[in-house]
């Protein structure tokens, strides 16, 4: 039963994690710095990768504590060498690859996409249940919007993804649109929850003949309905520019729009591939909206990780790791970073 100690810092989350056999979590610390970054409305890159020089030490140190083993105890270090952001990989690729060096320990570089589709994985008592491929993967976040089959273990094709925006990142433009606090994601399901999803007829791309996304254009239309309902009002980082009344509305209007599309494309290529399972993964597999969507439409079981392993971290580093590792993967000391890393 390998034990994997594994370290993600793709982009705003210090994380060290634990993981026995690629399922059971002996320890999975966080360190977030959605405070640091909110007055800027987003991740600001540099003072991501300086605050993962100040805190991966202590983070890594917990993870070990709490699992109750010392580095002598562990049979393999791993850790996201792409895609995100380039200096914030680059701090965990160094603790990784001294962390290996000094102990003489296998080192192993995951794809972050990776990652999350063996979030899936990751059970409260095993043993996991068994999956029988082809599984369709959406995997959804602040940076990516990926359609993937996945054959096998390791064994992936990419059907289609974004053109634009990020499913997430569509989130946070449209929350600060509507005035509302970073983290726009789970602020923007928030206020939601009070409104009218059929208020506004936001448009859904459904780029016909591809399993592409884009939300560009619904981005757009939530601009000029906000200008709509203000008109001639300045936008500004710290503006409200709206009646506040219409900010549920539009928020559920928006949320709509892009779980409609993504659980109609996905719910669409898992029929024409014949999949057995959908999985959804990333930090807006959360989004309450987009689960009852799926839960409505889909024709075959549907699986989500729990909360706490939908946005970054590294157990699921370390789950996916286990299977490389079982695989024989052993990568150099001399890796690099893969910013722009694609899964397949």
Not at 167 to 186: I, M
Not at 232 to 238: M, Q, W, Y
Not at 294 to 322: G, H, Q, S, Y
Request: aromatic share 8%; charged share 15%; net charge negative.
């Amino acid at each position: 039963m390998p034990r994997v100690l594994a370290i993600e810092t793709s982009c705003d989350e210090t994380a060290a994690a634990v993981v026995a056999d690629g399922t059971t979590i002996l320890s999975n610390i966080i360190a977030s710095q959605a405070a640091r970054h909110a007055p800027y409305g987003g991740v600001f890159p540099e003072v991501a990768s300086r605050m993962h020089i100040e805190v991966i030490y202590p983070v890594v140190q917990q993870a070990l504590n709490e699992a109750h083993l010392g580095l002598g105890d562990i049979d393999a270090i791993a850790v996201t060498r792409g895609p995100g952001l380039p200096g914030s990989l680059v701090v965990g690729l160094n603790m990784a690859k001294g962390l290996a060096f000094g102990r003489g320990l296998p080192l192993i570089g995951v794809n972050h996409l990776e990652g999350h589709v063996y979030s899936l994985w990751l059970v409260d008592a095993p043993p996991v249940p068994a999956v029988k491929f082809p599984v369709l993967v959406l995997i959804v976040s602040g940076g990516h919007t990926e359609l993937i089959l996945m054959i096998g273990h390791g064994q992936y094709q990419r059907l289609g993804g974004t053109l634009d925006d990020a499913a997430g990142e569509a989130f946070d433009k449209v929350a600060r649109l509507l005035g509302l606090p970073y983290p726009g994601g789970p602020n923007l399901e928030q206020a939601a929850q009070d409104g009218d999803p059929a208020a506004f007829k936001f448009p859904r791309a459904w780029l016909e003949g591809t399993w592409d996304f884009s939300f560009s254009g619904l981005k757009t239309a939530v601009l000029y309905e906000v200008k709509k309902q203000k008109p001639g009002v300045p936008f500004g980082p710290d503006e409200t520019p709206l009646d506040l009344a219409q900010v549920p509305s539009l928020a559920a209007s928006f949320q709509a729009a892009v779980a409609d599309v993504l659980v109609g494309k996905t719910v669409a290529a898992a029929r024409q591939f014949e999949a057995t399972e959908i999985f959804v993964a990333g930090g807006v597999s959360a989004n309450k909206t987009l689960k009852a969507e799926f839960a409505r439409r889909a024709e075959i079981p549907v699986r989500t990780p729990p909360l706490v392993l939908c946005t970054d971290n590294a157990a699921m580093i370390a789950a996916a790791a286990n299977f490389r590792y079982l695989a024989g993967q052993r990568d150099a000391l001399d890796m690099d970073a893969l910013p722009n890393w694609r899964l397949a």
